[in-house]
């Protein structure tokens, strides 16, 4: 029996370069590494909007904290201080606090804290008739940037409300 080689038609076989290889290969990893980016803006997008609605809900809280306070201007002998009916004189007061937002890590370890400090004053609009402008500033750094941001809330109070 006689071997039989196979003939190769160059046009019925052809093949890839070298060069179509590669530049493949490049196009391959640019749309690979456009998605992983995408997937990390995303993310990165979800955390700071989940901070930031944190904060808001820490300045939300510092100013009904403030709205909530007696303040009762008719009221004689006019006093103020916790007890009389003036509970929350125009001052200004800081608190500082753990941002609530979900962490990674044990409780309380210091690498999974968001610090933030809420800034909360007191101030008379008008005298005739009586009100007052309750604003709160949460200030509040974002890690992955380092940058500051600030959410406030303001509100506006007559007495007895």
Do not use: H
């Not at 937002?101 to 999974?112: E, M, R, V």
Request: aromatic residues 12%.
């Amino acid at each position: 029996m006689r071997a039989r080689w196979a003939t190769f038609d160059s046009k019925a076989n052809g093949a890839f370069t070298l060069v179509e290889v590669v530049m493949a290969m490049f196009i391959f990893a640019m749309v690979i590494s456009g998605a992983i980016y995408g997937y990390v803006q995303a993310n990165r997008m979800a955390e700071w909007s989940s901070m930031s609605f944190a904060a808001q809900s820490y300045s939300s809280q510092g100013a009904e904290q403030a709205r909530a306070a007696d303040w009762r201007p008719r009221d004689w002998p006019q006093t103020n201080g916790p007890g009389t009916m003036d509970e929350l004189p125009p001052t200004n007061y800081i608190m500082v606090d753990i941002l609530d937002i979900p962490s990674k890590g044990q409780p309380g370890a210091t690498n999974s804290l968001f610090w933030v400090t809420n800034y909360v004053s007191v101030a008379n609009v008008s005298a005739n008739p009586a009100l007052r402008q309750i604003r709160s500033d949460c200030v509040w750094s974002f890690p992955v940037t380092g940058r500051q941001y600030t959410n406030t809330v303001i509100l506006l109070r007559a007495p007895d409300q």
